[in-house]
């Protein structure tokens, strides 16, 4: 079973939304995930990413692969956490 860390959609139409998932690589897009890590609005002016970063890094350990958009947003989210703490 191969794991990737990606988004999926959800909100409505020029409005996006997405949930940052741990999901089987061969499932769709927005089909069933395993575990959903955080919500991502990029449209949103600030606070627009909530990530579980110790959950990431816990599924990138047992050998899930993000997505190169999942990556950059892990770590933004690790950028931030470390600022605020």
């Given at each position: 079973?191969?794991?990737k860390i990606r988004?999926?959609?959800i909100g409505s139409?020029?409005?996006p939304i997405y949930h940052v998932v741990v999901a089987e690589a061969r499932s769709r897009r927005d089909?069933?995930?395993v575990e959903t890590l955080g919500t991502h609005n990029p449209r949103a002016a600030k606070d627009s990413l909530k990530l579980?970063?110790?959950?990431a890094?816990?599924?990138?350990?047992?050998g899930a692969t993000p997505t190169d958009t999942a990556l950059s947003l892990i770590k933004k989210a690790r950028k931030a956490a470390a600022a605020t703490a």
């Open positions: 079973m191969a794991l988004l999926s959609r139409t020029h409005n089909g069933a995930a579980d970063v110790a959950r890094d816990y599924w990138i350990s047992k």
